[in-house]
Structures are given as C-alpha cells and as structure tokens.
C-alpha cells in the first residue's frame, strides 16, 4: 500500500486530539487521570495510603506540611476509522476516490498502530459493512492494510445508520475519523449529531476529484446515480454547470462550516493531490497530525 521512505515519514508524526484521551492503557497522549506521569499537573495535601515518592520534600523542609505533586499520565487513544465504501466511492478517472480513501486511512491507521492507540477500522455503506476488531501496535499494520484493501464499492450511503449501528455498543471516548465523500441522500447532520452525543473528537476528511469539482461534459447526455441507478437525460449549458459547481461548493463548505462550528477537524482530500502531500501538509495545517 505505501513504499518504505513513506511509511519512515509516517513514523516521525503523531496523531493530535483537542482534548485528553481517555483510553485505559499507556500510550503517548495526555490523559485526563493524575498520576505518576511524566507532565506536572498539581498539588495536593498528602493522605495515608499515597505513594511517599510523590511527596515534594522540598516543600516539607520550607514548610513542614506533606505535599504530593501530582502528574499527567500518557494514555492510547481510542482511534475509530469509518471508510465509505458506497458506489459513489468508485468515481474517479485516473483514481478512484476509494483508492484515494483507503490509502489515506492506511496511513492514519498505521501512525496511529506506530504509537501504541487502538485502532477500529469499519467500512460502511448504506449501513456496516465490515469491521476489523481493536488492533494495537506497529505488527498489526499488514492485518489492517490488507482489511482495507479488501474492500470494494457497492451500496447508497447512509452515514447516520452506520454510526448508530457502531456506537450502539459502548465505546470509549476517542478520535473518530471519517474519510467520505459525503454523498448522502439523507443529508449529513443527523448522522453528526451521533458523534456530538457521544463527545468524541471528530475529524472529517472530505474526498472530492477533479471531475466532481469541474465536470467536463457533452452538450448532451444522459447521467446515471451511481448509487441509485436511475438516469436522466440533460442538456448541459453554461448556466447549469456554473449552477453545479456553486452547489458542490456549498455543499463542501456546509460540512466544513459544522466542523468549526463544534470545534471538529475537516480538510478536502483533493484525489489530484498526491497522498503524500495531503498527509504531511495540509493535516499538518488542521493540526491533526503534529
């Protein structure tokens, strides 16, 4: 799925969060516990039982009071990847925006194995399509490659039916990652307010090509719904391409619009844009990776 030197960059990046993990093994993020980490968060008064190593004895010689100082602990993250994998996913001419997605959930997948999360990959369509379990460290990585590359387009979308079906179980806080296209009959909001429920931090990456953005099209012809199968004959004029391109637009940054409104990553994933660069530089800029 990816050559060497890249996967060398990918070791030197970790994922980011806004806000403390909450996962209940050691990893590298900082945790909303206190305890013998590596981060100074406070003081407390001392109280039998505590572990004397803690105290600052420095302060007892100024003092004469027992006092613990208290650290930060370094927890996994809980990662959750959802891959869409609706018919619409197969568009694309020289890639197809699956192809695109699956290697750019790859390598989130694999920063995320590198650095000790856990790691949840599902592919979804008009609801679950598949899952792998909870992976954690670098060994796993092949398992999740060749999950991803194992999976084909088929299916409407149904965003919101997915992520009912996955979070109806109980799931720790974690980073849930979504790389779509976000072509939902349904409309995306309710699907949204899913993860608001939860308060998990989200990141939306947004897969678009180049024929979506600027379709280059005969005066006539007949359109076909990718995922509804249904067609419709058109005759394609100045005005309603420029119509075209103004609703993909607002409908791009509708989505963007409800990520900063509650505080979520988002970021187009051009598939002209090589995978490298979009990784190392633009999510970069979104500060999801560091």
Known sequence: MFSESFLRKL??????????????????????????????????????????????????????????RLFEEEADLPVYLFLDASQSMDAGERASKLDYARRLAGAIAYMALLNHDRVNLAAFADGLREMLPTRRGKNQARQAFAFLEGIAAGGRTSLQAALRRYFSSPRTRGLVVIVSDFLDRDGVEDAFSVL??????????????????????????VLVDAEEGTTNEVQITPALLAAYRETFERHARDIEAYCRRYGWAYARAHTDIPVETFLLRILREESLLR
């Open 196 to 221: 608001r429920r939860f308060r998990h931090d989200v990141a939306l990456l947004h897969v678009m090509s180049p024929e979506e953005r600027e379709p280059q099209l005969p005066e006539e012809i």
């Open 11 to 68: 070791e030197t990046l970790t994922l980011a969060t806004r806000g403390r993990a909450h996962g209940q093994l050691k990893g590298l993020h900082r945790s909303r516990r206190v305890g013998s980490g590596m981060v100074f968060a406070d003081f407390r008064p001392y109280s039998e039982g505590d572990d004397i190593r803690n105290i600052d004895w420095g302060i007892y010689l100024r003092l004469d009071r027992l006092i613990l």
